[in-house]
């Protein structure tokens, strides 16, 4: 799926690199700005229904809106059937979660990486009284914890922001955060994970929409190549989180969920979702992680498609 154009910046790496924070840093900035200038323009639709800048990777074209409501409303059913009541998510972007979740909550901590982001979610939670009493939103990049207390959410959310981290141990740093953040017996929800695994899948079927006719299958394996090459998100293999009960100590359950949609499409085909239980006390030992089709494998690094240059996002 392509959002904005100044979004689509691609990161590709078979192996793990030696964590540059300064180039963490660097990354991290860029996307500030990207998403700050976005946020800047962004129409002010109802709460939850901006999904402007969803567009298709076979043509361009957005993404039909009864499509993006599934795929909002699914994961919005599997949260709340986490029952949730103390909700921190991190990513909260334009509020597409927020304002089908928060109701449902006691309390709602939503955090972003741009303040623009989350200053315009501000002016619209004031106009939802139902909103206003336990929504606290908080502009700050996903690994900072500066004024959230460990073990004090029931539930945190990461949806559709892991494939924007810079490196695949960022992605640790940050579920080891969201872990400690979640109360014991609580879970971590986090969703619309690009899957290495059906990566040349995807290729395959958008350069064959693209391409000419009669073109052979030469052309379209060199077009997929220079595709895989030049990928610049960070896609994840399933297997990274079921090896994840291994390594961290008090991640005792992974669950791996397929998508489920009428409406098939690159969001249904080629992502998944993820729910992390923790331990429900220090004496707990992690269990088996869950994956329905896939298996247990030892070693997170292979199972994580990083970013190869040093250089922030392109268009």
């Not at 180039?23 to 800047?40: C, F, G, I, P």
């Not at 004024?147 to 949806?159: A, H, I, K, Q, Y």
Request: include cysteine; charged fraction near 30%.
């Amino acid at each position: 799926m392509r959002r904005d154009p100044a979004l689509r910046s691609r990161r590709h790496q078979q192996h793990r690199e030696s964590r540059d924070e300064q180039r963490e840093s660097d990354w991290l900035s860029t996307w500030q700005h990207v998403y700050d200038t976005y946020h800047q323009s962004a129409r002010r639709d109802a709460l939850g229904e901006d999904f402007t800048g969803w567009d298709s990777s076979y043509d361009g074209s957005p993404i039909p809106l009864a499509h993006m409501r599934e795929w909002r409303d699914a994961a919005v059913e599997r949260i709340l059937s986490l029952k949730p009541r103390r909700l921190l998510e991190i990513g909260v972007g334009s509020g597409a979660l927020m304002g089908r979740l928060a109701p449902d909550c006691q309390s709602f901590v939503g955090t972003d990486l741009s303040p623009v982001a989350i200053s315009g979610l501000s002016a619209q939670v004031t106009a939802h009284p139902e909103l206003r009493r336990g929504v606290e939103l908080r502009p700050q990049p996903a690994h900072d914890t500066n004024g959230l207390r460990p073990e004090s959410f029931d539930t945190v959310v990461l949806n559709s922001v892991v494939q924007y981290f810079p490196s695949g141990e960022y992605l640790d740093e940050v579920l080891s955060v969201a872990v400690d953040l979640t109360a014991p017996g609580g879970a971590d929800f986090v969703g619309d994970v690009r899957n290495l695994r059906l990566h040349r899948c995807l290729l395959s079927a958008v350069q064959a929409r693209r391409s000419e006719e009669n073109a052979d299958r030469q052309t379209l394996r060199r077009a997929v190549d220079r595709a895989v090459a030049t990928e610049n998100e960070l896609l994840v293999d399933p297997g990274y989180f079921t090896d994840l009960a291994t390594r961290h100590r008090d991640v005792a359950a992974v669950d791996i969920q397929v998508k489920q949609a009428v409406h098939e499409n690159e969001l249904s085909r080629y992502r998944y979702d993820v729910v992390l239980t923790k331990a429900s006390s220090r004496g707990s030992t992690g269990l088996l992680g869950r994956l329905t089709g896939g298996r247990r494998s030892a070693g997170a690094s292979r199972f994580l498609a990083a970013r190869r240059r040093s250089r922030g996002p392109v268009g």
